[in-house]
């Protein structure tokens, strides 16, 4: 092999040969709530907080058989390498959050990757960069996202730098968190004493960095997105995409003013039902004027191309003092629970049925291994691509060119 078809071969995804048409047999992968597992006794006290609860893989299983596949359900245990070298699935459906580690929700990615099995969603680097909120704001920072200013502190003693200790108030979590562990309202601190205390806090019971940031005082916004630039060659619906590949799905607003914490959207609040007293209000459509949802929308697509996530994802931005919208984070792996999680309320509002959003996260991902015979090729031999994908991004690791596609799809 030459070294340029060797360069194409290592382009691709490591996917089994030959590809499987469909119907396929399909794996969901997740951690679940209940599941018995054996937590270090240092675990923080919100470990797992982000699992999902059994009924939600029903969910996703009976949305995935609606289209004649059938289904298998494995926990993203450490039993999870056998069960799938047993079980040798078509495809994984990845929603597993990982059991811990640095890069827990990239566990899954790597050891699909490992064993060749094709799975939905972002690939590996993806999703241990997005679990790192420091990292990740790094990366939009240098791709001139407007992020806010924030250090973190792997160390208590480090010292808080000019531009932070002029912000107070300032807003500490832990860097490697989701669904509100470790934000409470005792994560906004005032003077330096506070800060060194939550700190103190977050690193001996989280067991990892605090990051440091700007409070940020403004409204609250989520704004989920499926897709990627080739998203209506293979999509069941290529009219829900724009001409770059996006849908950008209705901005759900969160009204932190009722919430059990008030001002702050953390684990507390994101736990309550919808509707309840002490949860947040939710508004989706956001009441926002057209110039804000533009800003939104274009933001939450720029930080999911930027991080190279695939398919779906929602990234959570607040407004600062100056009515400036930075996002903050991203979740390459967000929450599925229909009528419940953000998403879902997002897809709900824009007439996106739940077995429609689970079909399209997994015909997506299916594309990508070649799984799935492209709309139509493209008609002409495309010229060959002289800038990287998304302009002047890299090209994201999970999608080949169109026309390596064509020649996927074909050979
Ligand atoms: N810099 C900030 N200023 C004000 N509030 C913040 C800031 N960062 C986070 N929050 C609040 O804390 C919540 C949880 O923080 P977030 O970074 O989104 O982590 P999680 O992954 O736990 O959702 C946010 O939804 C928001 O309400
Ligand atoms: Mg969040």
Redesign the pocket.
Known sequence: MNSTMQDKENEKPPSSTPRPSPPWRVAVLANIKEHDRELPPDAPPDTGADYDYIETIDHIRGAIETDGHQTIFIQADRNLPFALQESRPDICFNIAEGLGGDAREALTPALLELLQIPYTGSRVLTNAISLD?TLTKRIWRDRRLPV?PFQEFTFNDEPLRPELIRHFPL?V?PAR?????G?DTR?IVNNETELRERVEYIIRMYNQPALV?????GR?FTVGVLGRRDAALYSRHPEWYEKDGSLRLPVLE?D?SRSVTP????LEAKAQSIGSEGAPGYLCPAPTDPELTRKLHHLAWRAHVVLGALDVSRT?I?LDAEGQPPP??IYTLPGLTPDYSDLCLQTNAHGISYTDLILEILYLGASRWGMIEPRQAPSAPLKKRTEPLGGSEKADPGKPEALKLAAVTTG
Do not use: H, Q, W
Not at 213 to 217: A, I, K, M, R, T
Not at 263 to 266: A, E, Q, R
């Open positions: 909120k806010a807003f979590k968190e989701g669904t509100g562990m934000v994560a940031e700007v409070f940020l005082p609250e969160l932190n001002s702050i959207y953390g959570d607040r903050t984070e």
